[in-house]
Structure formats: C-alpha cells, structure tokens
C-alpha cells in the first residue's frame, strides 16, 4: 500500500471533518470478509450471497468462506476452522525478525492480520495451534510496526517535507496511527501559517 502524506495533509488543512473517519470497527468488519477455510461437519447446498457463491457444504471436507460465516458456524459448533497458512510461530518468529532487521515496512502476509489474528483467536481458539504463542508474535510485530511508523512521522515533521510515501502499511495500523498523525499534520500547518505571517510581516516593514 502507497501512502501519501501531502494527501492527508491536504485534507487536514482544508476541514475533511463532514466524512466520518474509518474506525476500528469499520476495517474489522472488511476483515471479516477475507476467505478462510472450514471443515463443516453438516450437510449443505450451495449458498448464494452478494460478496459470492459458497459451498457446496460436506461433513469432513474443506470449504472456504467467509470469516464472518466461518465464525457464525463456529459458534453453532457447526464446523473447524483453519488457520490461514500465515498463522504458524515459524512462519510469524521469521517475520517478526525481518520486521526487527528492515528500517523499512515488511510485505505482511495479510493486509488484515491484526484483525484476523483477534478474530480467530476471540472466536476459535481451540482450532488454532500454539495460540498464546500466536497471539504474543502478532502483537509483537504490530509493536514494531507501529514504532516504526511514529518514528518515520516524526523524522517527516522534522524534515519539513511536504509529502512522504510509505509501503505495505495495512488499513489498522493506518487507523490507529490516525491521532498522532493528524496532530503531526496540524502541527505542521500552524508552524507553516507563522512563517508565512512572519515572512508577510517582515516584507511590509521594508
């Protein structure tokens, strides 16, 4: 994901307040979009839903849907669910040291993996391996993440750059930067009125 902050910054200075800022809630709930994996232990045509068709659905073989589904059947004891191929300690304990060792943002293996991760942790614990373990991985990386993004903020503050770019930074992480972003960005923009005033002032005395 490319993020321009001169966008963002372009919005703060002109009042983007009549649009309701994405929340949490919001971008759990595209999460809860993403397909996963279940073995269904029902019998089931078919079904047919505006994101897809899904199905159809046997007694001890693999489907995908939907989390939201995937999770609504969990808690009817209805089906398993499996754990996206991500969610393994090895997998996360490499990823976790590439993210210590890059002064850069790492390619995550899912533009949703905080929420999925509370999402299947929350909702089915039991189907997934070594879940504490998990659980400690994933926030150890957002940990990182999220250290290193109010580090690069405030090396952007600090530079005096108009704009900035960052790479695979996930719609999350995004939000919850979102306060100390925009407080950077406002900032910026009453040093900037100053100078401007000053700089008025100075030419009007001469």
Request: net charge neutral.
């Amino acid at each position: 994901m490319f993020i321009n902050l001169s966008r963002i910054f372009y919005f703060s200075e002109n009042n983007y307040k009549h649009l309701r800022p994405m929340d949490p809630a919001d971008v759990e709930f595209l999460a809860e979009k993403q397909i996963v994996s279940i073995v269904p232990n029902f019998s089931l045509d078919k079904i047919y839903l505006i994101s897809g068709d899904f199905g159809p659905f046997n007694p001890g073989l693999q489907a995908e849907v939907p989390i939201w589904i995937a999770i609504s059947l969990k808690q009817r004891q209805k089906c398993r669910i499996i754990p996206p191929d991500w969610m393994d300690t090895e997998k996360l304990e490499a990823k976790k040291t590439e993210e210590q060792e890059s002064k850069f943002f790492t390619e995550m293996p899912s533009k949703h993996y905080m929420e999925i991760t509370q999402l299947l942790l929350q909702h089915a614990s039991d189907d997934v391996p070594m879940a504490d373990a998990i659980r400690t991985l994933v926030k150890d990386i957002w940990d990182l993440r999220l250290a290193k993004l109010r580090s690069s903020v405030d090396v952007f503050v600090k530079s005096g750059a108009t704009h900035a770019k960052l790479n695979h930074l996930t719609l999350m992480e995004l939000n919850t930067a979102r306060p100390f972003l925009t407080k950077a960005l406002e900032h910026m923009k009453l040093l900037r009125t100053n100078v401007a005033r000053c700089s008025l002032g100075t030419v009007s005395q001469d």
